[in-house]
């Protein structure tokens, strides 16, 4: 059996705490910026490097670049993860931590991974016939796959948007009541609280200015950017923390992707965000820390596996990676 190493690993996580699915609540001790890197980060080079494509970073990160551990103070984290799909192994010994209101983006080649991790971490891959994940992945240092774990429970406090945006057949009011409402959370207030958290919800994807007017109308009768939002907004009406976005923006046009990704900063603040892009100007916009991936044969079978290559706070990842893999994907010479 082939075995492979990665460049970047991070060591076992240290949690803070660990609440049960059953007892969590959102808020609690939050994370305390350290020894910041990003800024100075933002600035370094190196020789190796300058063959990147500058524009990548030129075109400037959507925020200030802002303080941040030198590691992840993680809310997720992933550790020797491999996830199968029958005899086949798709990923192999992934070891990543995902950082309290930090954005994370995956990056790499088709078929590298990044979805079946991403499915793995809300366990949406239990449905997926064959599907199997060995290793440990925590939430707030739980074991995601333990016994007594309900995978529904995970579901709500790590949600999940779609590549494509997918609303319900309903209206815009009660795409983000069905939630709540299906599992049987008890809003405070009735139907003024339950109005409050409709509003609360559009508004924090951004979408409430657009839609107030007509919440009783149909979802399909959005755009296809007002629709990602609404599916953001029907996201966070269970009351995750954890937000996991496979490619949100790729059907989306230039506009409507600044307002997903300008709505994805400000949900930062109370979130903490995944987001699988192949959109390379997307992930230096937007990201804190970027993982790489890509996909190498295995000896024997010959099928390709996918493994994390680097992951480090983004600027690092486009100005100076240290493997020559991320190097050659992200200035187009390979993928
Ligand atoms: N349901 C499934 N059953 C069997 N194999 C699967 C299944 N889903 C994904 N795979 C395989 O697992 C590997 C990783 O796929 P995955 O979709 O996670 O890649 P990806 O990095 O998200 O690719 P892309 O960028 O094209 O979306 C691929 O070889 C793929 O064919
Ligand atoms: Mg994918």
């Known amino acids: 059996m082939a075995t492979y190493t990665t460049a970047t690993r991070t060591s076992p996580s240290t949690h803070r705490s660990v609440p049960s699915f059953g007892t969590f609540r959102r808020g609690g001790a939050g994370a305390t910026a350290t020894a910041g890197t990003a800024g100075a980060a933002g600035a370094a080079g190196t020789a190796g490097t300058a063959t990147l494509d500058a524009s ?79 290793g440990l992945i925590t939430y707030h240092g739980q074991d995601v796959y333990g016994a007594d774990v309900d995978p529904i429970d995970v579901r709500r406090r790590v949600g999940m948007v779609f590549q494509r945006p997918n609303p319900f057949p309903k209206s815009i009011y009660d795409n983000i009541a069905f939630g709540p409402t299906s599992i049987g ?11 409050d958290l409709v509003e609360e919800c559009l508004t924090k994807a951004a979408l409430w200015d657009e839609v107030k007017g007509k919440l009783k109308q149909s979802a399909y009768g959005l755009s296809g950017g007002q629709q990602q939002r609404l599916c953001i907004a029907r996201t966070l009406a269970v009351k995750p923390d954890v937000i996991l976005m496979d490619e949100p923006c790729s059907a989306l046009d230039p506009i409507a992707t600044s307002r997903i ?45 996918g493994l994390l290559v680097e992951h480090d706070l983004t600027t690092n990842i486009f100005r100076s990676p240290r493997d020559k893999r991320t190097e050659d994907y992200i200035s187009g010479r390979f993928g």
């Open 56 to 134: 990548v970073l030129a075109q400037g990160r959507r925020d200030q670049l802002r303080e941040l551990p030198s590691k992840p103070d993680p809310v997720m984290s992933a550790q020797e993860v491999d996830v199968y799909y029958g005899d086949f192994r798709a990923l192999t010994k992934v070891s990543l931590d995902f950082g309290k209101n930090e954005i994370t983006a995956l990056i790499g080649p088709s078929g590298c991974g990044k979805s079946t991790l991403l499915r793995s971490l809300n366990r949406m891959n239990d449905t997926v016939p064959g599907a199997r994940v060995e």
């Open 261 to 305: 990704e300008d709505c994805m900063l400000a949900l930062r603040e109370d979130y903490t965000i995944i987001i699988v892009t192949h959109n390379m100007q997307q992930a230096a916009r937007v990201a804190d820390r970027t993982a790489f991936f890509t996909a190498l044969a295995e000896e024997g079978s010959g099928d390709r596996t």
């Open 185 to 195: 959370t008890k809003v405070p207030g009735g139907k003024s609280g339950m109005d």
